[in-house]
């Protein structure tokens, strides 16, 4: 009877951790391609499929049970962190979740066996409550969840508590100390349990994906403020612009009688000072064009401002058009933060304090590169970002460029030589 029991259990446990493998594919970033991906998926379903025969058909102790038990666990998790792109706890999660996924089949396969001893039906209602999840998480899910594990790096060893803590509880109340064999109205109570888990996730993805929402239209609206602050210093640079040239063309009409009078009267030195004090005034009214582009030329004329204040050296070389590939008002932000920060960087230095500023077209794309002496040798190991705060050259304005360049696929990159610190942007 044991045997005849055993032999079906056996297929149905293979059945189920093809479908936790197959589950585990479908809602992992892939490192490796899908063919090597399910060659070492099949390699996983061979070594727990022998573990899994032992026990039930070998006659090997409890102790060698619970450690065959350990080791399925143990290859299983390592199988899906060693497919999956995020090899923490991501991964870690995907695993779990996994497994969770393949009870529902399990208790209902269990539950069909104990009431009618039919095995093919019990196989066929495991089959379709598969289905039903995977087309269900497939569906409403899968993309959700593709999109947090792509967008947040933190907090994900906090989530995988929530299916191992139901694994735990359905364990206990279908495996030990309890058996759903001999107590089978467990399997209801388990069914409704594992039935909470799944809708746990659909509410924590949806209210993840909603809050990552909201923080992007908050980003948005930085930007937006950020960019209409630019337009108005740009407005009043070219109001003031205007303002000095009507005050300078009045005054012009009493300089040229003055000049006609020198000139008449042979004093052509004196007429020459006239002419000068005119090309100051010009000079001095003239409103500073650094490139086509009126949101960048105002971050430009604001930070040109602001390094005048700090003793700075600004110097800059822009070919940039008016019109972009990406929004402008976006660009104006991350363009206002780097040399935002390389002003204030440079204003650490007690010798030599300047600021460079280049943009150059390349085959279709914009190369930003922007020096700046600094106060201090800051590490350049690799990190994504400095590791550095405000004050020794380049802060915490750097998380926007890095999610700037990964929404346009932009290229950035920075390094220090010889106390100057470059920055450089593809756009």
């Known amino acids: 009877m044991m045997m005849t029991l055993m032999e079906p259990k056996f297929w149905q446990y293979l059945f189920s951790l093809l479908v936790m493998l197959a589950f585990t594919i479908y809602f992992s970033e892939r490192r490796y391609s899908l063919s090597k991906t399910c060659a070492i998926a099949g390699i996983c379903f061979v070594l727990i499929g022998v573990g899994n025969w032992i026990m039930l058909f070998g006659g090997v102790s409890e102790g060698t049970m619970i450690l065959i038990t350990i080791l399925t666990i143990l290859v299983t998790q390592g199988t899906v962190l060693w497919i999956n792109q995020y090899r923490d706890f991501r991964g870690l999660f995907t695993g779990i979740t996994g497994a969770a996924y393949v009870l529902v089949g399990s208790v209902c396969w269990s539950l069909i066996h104990i009431f009618t001893g039919n095995d ?12 039903v999840l995977f087309f269900t998480l497939g569906k409403f ?60 996730y659909a509410l924590i993805f949806q209210i993840l994906s909603q809050n990552r929402k909201e923080l992007s239209l908050l980003r948005a609206n930085d930007y937006l403020q950020s960019y209409t602050k630019h337009l108005e210093r740009e407005s009043g640079n070219i109001r003031k612009g205007e303002e000095a040239t009507a005050i300078l063309r009045h005054d012009m009409r009493h300089r040229v009688r003055i000049i006609d009078s020198y000139l008449k009267m042979g004093q052509v030195e004196q007429a020459r000072d006239v002419l000068r004090a005119v090309e100051e005034s010009l000079d001095a009214v003239r409103v500073e064009r650094y490139c086509e582009n009126s949101a960048i030329n105002g971050v430009v004329s604001y930070l040109a401002v602001m390094a005048a204040e700090s003793n ?37 230095v007690m010798g030599d304090r300047w600021v460079r500023i280049t943009a150059n077209r390349f085959k279709g794309r914009l190369v930003f590169e922007i ?57």
């Open 120 to 131: 093919r039906l019990a196989l066929f209602v495991q089959a379709g409550a598969y289905v």
């Open 141 to 200: 899910l899968r993309q959700h969840y593709f999109e947090e594990l792509r967008h947040r790096k933190t907090g994900w060893g906090s989530l995988c508590l929530v299916p191992a803590l139901f694994y735990a509880a359905v364990y206990t109340m279908v495996v030990w100390a309890t058996n759903i064999y001999t107590v089978p109205t467990n399997g209801l109570g388990t069914l409704m349990v594992l039935l909470i888990l799944f809708i746990d």
């Open 312 to 348: 700075i050296t600004l110097t800059t070389a822009l070919d940039i058009p008016e019109d972009l590939a990406v929004p402008e008002f976006e660009l104006a932000t991350v363009i206002s933060n780097l040399l935002e920060n390389a002003v204030e960087g440079a204003a650490q």
């Open 371 to 427: 020096r700046n002496t600094c106060s201090s040798q800051m590490s350049t190991d690799g990190a994504a970002l400095p590791p550095t705060s405000k004050g020794d050259g380049h802060g915490l304005g750097l998380q926007s460029v890095l999610a700037f360049t990964k929404r346009y696929d932009a290229a950035f990159d920075y390094t220090v030589e010889s106390g100057v610190f470059i920055v450089r942007l593809m756009v």
